[in-house]
Nanobody, 124 residues
Framework: QVQLVESGGGLVQAGDSLRLSCAASGRTFSRYAMGWFRQSPGKEREFVAA???????YSADSVKGRFTISRDNAKNTVYLQMNSLKPEDTAVYYC??????????????????WGQGTQVTVSS
């Protein structure tokens, strides 16, 4: 069982930055593929960014150049640095883990464990 705890969300203005953190349990965190997803009211959960166990990163077109995913295996933590935030980035952001690394990273079904979510609100 893997437990994930997100933090770092909040209310910011357009153009501001936030850094989300996701602390994971487990002794083999370095082997996990990790992802960030977001969900706004009335919409499906959508892929934001992911990082493989080897450090390869992936990001959605909507956040390319603004959001950066990274990991610190010594701290069992994955981060999402969000710059130049826009009102359309407003959502609940979820961290997800795939300990078995199925190979896919873009779909919610690629992940086995989820955090409780952290709210990010960007005002215009």
């Amino acid at each position: 069982q893997v437990q994930l705890v997100e933090s770092g969300g909040g209310l910011v203005q357009a153009g501001d930055s936030l850094r989300l953190s996701c602390a994971a349990s487990g002794r083999t965190f370095s082997r996990y593929a990790m992802g960030w997803f977001r969900q706004s009211p009335g919409k499906e959960r959508e892929f934001v960014a992911a990082i493989s166990s080897s450090g390869t990163t992936y990001s959605a077109d909507s956040v390319k150049g603004r959001f950066t995913i990274s990991r610190d295996n010594a701290k069992n933590t994955v981060y999402l640095q969000m710059n130049s935030l826009k009102p359309e980035d407003t959502a609940v952001y979820y961290c997800a883990a795939d300990p078995s690394y199925s190979g896919g990273v873009f779909d919610v079904n690629d992940y086995d464990y989820w955090g409780q979510g952290t709210q990010v609100t960007v005002s215009s």
